[in-house]
């Protein structure tokens, strides 16, 4: 059994065994609970593999794809596929609209409102703007281009994107290995020749899609906490109190889930033809040294699917405002912030670069951090978009110094409670409709995924309070939630 040796009220140490510095675990005794044998085993054996010089384990951690999500690895001399996960850059979004809460108060309202995302929208895998009704048709060479270039101005007038809106992302255009599109271009066209993609064409129609799973999209309410900090902070964001704002979850689609698996199977022939020993004997912890071939591989393939994501999640936001200007004529919106939950990032960690591997962990720069320097969130820190669940509400942080200790990084969420198979086994359908009745928050489905109630997560007041008894971050906003569009068997009322 592993032990947890709390440091703080919120923040604890795990040692691994060996000689390395220990993990960093942040949460309360309550937290601390949560995490079960599993999700510690796999913390450990992620500590221990070759080149990792640092791991953290947020509050939010659980089980996951080789490494727990939930945390973040830090090496300055390795790349790994598992600590970023098979949905390259899932990230979340967050749209603020200039109108007033009171104007969907109505619950007719609201589902016109469903209605017309959904219409634009389409949710669950493998479904594309081929089964929106009023979607947008993506032409293959876009397709192509925006997986070179990201959100570039040139692809973002081919979609109707707002070109300042890429300044409001945490990272609008990612580059190869060698920092260029051009390395790009060349691993694209490989991927082609030899059908990565499986239907290449159907893939880039995913475009301005949700996915199953966890992800959503989600009409909130902003309420910026009552401080002089926050409100100063919520000015730069573009967050406006009392006002509607609409937030959304999603990756990469399957553009990138077939490049991230594209890469577990070529890393494991590598181990296997190599006879190298596996960390923790675990296939999902394969790694690539930084310089070699197959390391350029995988940072190119992470790239055309962070791309992707961030071409996906604009597009999504700007089909939500056509949507809400059906309703509304006449409304306007700007994105807030896009921020990754899913990515490596090469940045300065104890003087020297390395790349910072979030799992399901959100990056948390504070005022004054050296890479904001000269962006609008210099004296503020950038926002932090922390989904929560639909009837506890989502939350915007802002980092504080303290960030430090946890690589300037904090929780992606509130993190699974109970596997899926045990929340469809376990929960009641009836009673997890019933609460969302209670609570006047209007769904697409008929009946809301079992696997996705709030039940099945952990309690994100908790979470929070982790977070900033930790000193890692502090509340800007809470976003409480009057519908959400989910992938399910469409709502007949």
């Known amino acids: 059994m592993h032990e947890i040796i709390p440091t703080g009220e919120a923040t604890a140490i795990l040692p691994t065994g060996g000689k390395t510095k220990p993990i960093t675990v942040i949460g309360t005794e309550a937290i601390r609970g949560t995490f079960d044998e599993g999700c510690l085993r796999q913390a450990v054996n992620s500590r221990l593999a070759p080149g990792v010089s640092e791991l953290v384990l947020n509050p939010d951690g659980h089980c996951g794809y080789g490494a727990p999500v939930g945390c973040v690895l830090v090496s300055p001399t390795h790349v790994y596929p598992g600590p970023v996960g098979v949905d390259i850059k899932c990230s979340m979004s967050l749209l603020q609209l200039d109108l ?10 609201r589902r016109a409102l469903i209605n017309a995302v959904c219409e ?28 070179r270039e990201g959100a570039s101005a040139a692809v973002c007038t081919q979609l109707g994107i707002p070109t300042h809106w890429a300044q409001r992302c945490e990272d609008h255009a990612h580059v190869g290995h060698d920092e260029t599109h051009d390395a790009l271009g060349d691993r694209l066209e490989k991927h082609l020749r030899v059908s990565t993609f499986n239907k290449f064409t159907e893939k880039v129609q995913q475009l301005g899609s949700y996915g199953g799973g966890n992800h959503f999209g989600e009409c909130e309410v902003v309420h910026v906490e009552d401080n002089d900090r926050a409100r100063a902070a919520a000015d730069v964001f573009g967050l406006q109190n009392g006002k509607v704002a609409f937030l959304s979850h999603c990756g990469s689609r399957g553009i990138g889930h077939n490049l991230a698996m594209g890469q577990f199977r070529a890393l494991q022939h590598k181990f296997a033809q190599w006879d190298i020993p596996l ?20 940072l190119d393939d992470m790239a ?8 996906n999640h604009l597009l999504i936001n700007v089909l939500v405002l056509e949507a809400f200007q059906q309703v509304f004529p006449g409304v306007k919106g700007e994105l807030v912030y896009f921020i990754s939950h899913n ?5 300065i960690v104890d003087n020297q670069p390395a790349w910072v591997h979030r799992k399901g962990a959100t990056r948390a720069f504070p005022a004054g951090h050296h890479a904001l320097k000269g962006s ?51 929960l009641d359908q009836a009673s997890v409709d019933q609460s969302f009745d209670a609570a006047d928050i209007l769904t697409n489905c008929r009946s809301y995924p079992k696997d996705e109630a709030p039940a099945a997560y952990k ?24 519908f959400v569009i989910k992938d399910g068997d469409a709502a007949d009322d």
């Not at 007033?100 to 309202?109: C, G, L, Q, T």
């Not at 960390?279 to 995988?298: I, K």
């Not at 055309?304 to 071409?311: D, K, P, R, S, V």
């Not at 669940?389 to 303290?402: F, I, K, L, T, W």
């Open 343 to 347: 990515i490596a990032r090469r940045e």
């Open 279 to 298: 960390p923790g004997e675990d296939r999902e912890l394969v790694y690539a040294p930084l310089g070699t071939p197959e390391a350029d591989a995988y």
């Open 459 to 482: 309690d994100f007041e908790e979470v929070l309070r982790s977070v900033a008894l930790a000193g890692l971050a502090t509340e800007v906003a809470r976003l409480k939630a009057r």
């Open 376 to 426: 609008i969130y210099e004296n503020t820190g950038h926002p932090i978009l922390l989904p929560g669940n639909p009837q506890a509400g989502s939350s915007v942080m802002v980092a504080d110094p303290g960030a430090s200790v946890s690589c300037y990084s904090v929780n992606h969420g509130a993190g699974r409670m109970l596997g899926r198979k045990r929340a469809i086994r376990e």
């Open 304 to 311: 055309l699917g962070a791309n992707f994501a961030t071409l």
């Open 100 to 109: 007033d809460a009171e104007a969907i108060v109505d619950r007719p309202v």
């Open 120 to 147: 634009r929208i389409p949710t669950g895998a493998g479904r594309g703007q081929r089964h929106a009704k009023n979607g947008r048709k993506i032409e293959v060479e876009t397709g192509k281009q925006l997986l």
